[in-house]
């Protein structure tokens, strides 16, 4: 089992403490594979033909990028973001390019209730980029305390709880 915290240290270990977390963005699974094998997990042999991806936040940018990463390498993808048009569009580029399944899930993940419904859509994973987030622009002076709150609520929280969802059955 894996579980990518996109952006995130490559030292972060993962909610229940055992795998590493493979945390460099744009990472496809091979990376993925190696980082795991340098950290003494036991993957020799893994193979991203057939295995299944959830990558949140792919409508565009880093999220995108690591469902390409992931499909060119054989991986089934789910891709999750609130925008269906980006991620309808996004989806037939990915399948006819890679001839891979691609499945999308226009969900705001900031709603709790939409973890557990994207959850059970995607089934048992191999895989978890959790790359969602809308963390405001601009300077600190600029951005009241409302807005950091419920930005990190669903950039930390939401990456744990949707981790605490899957990683049962991963």
Excluded at 61 to 77: P, S, T, Y
Excluded at 110 to 125: F, H, I, Y
Excluded at 153 to 160: A, H, N
Aim: proline content about 4%; overall charge negative.
């Amino acid at each position: 089992r894996t579980l990518l915290q996109a952006g995130a240290s490559p030292d972060i270990r993962n909610a229940m403490g055992q795998t590493p977390i493979a945390g460099a963005a744009y990472k496809g699974f091979k990376d993925i594979v190696e980082i795991l094998l340098a950290h003494g997990a036991d993957v020799e042999g893994a193979s991203p033909d057939g295995r299944t991806a959830l990558i949140t936040g792919a409508s565009k940018g880093i999220g995108l990028a690591c469902a390409r990463a992931f499909a060119a390498e054989g991986c089934n993808v789910h891709i999750a973001a609130r925008s269906a048009a980006e991620l309808e569009k996004n989806a037939a580029e990915l399948a006819a390019q890679y001839k891979v399944k691609v499945t999308p899930h226009a969900y705001d993940l900031a709603v709790s209730e939409n973890t557990v419904k994207l959850a059970r859509e995607c089934g048992p994973l191999d895989v978890l980029v959790n790359n969602a987030g809308a963390i405001p622009g601009g300077g600190l002076e600029a951005i009241d305390e409302a807005a950091w709150r419920a930005s990190w609520e669903l950039k930390l929280f939401g990456y744990m709880d949707f981790a605490k969802l899957v990683l049962p059955e991963m």
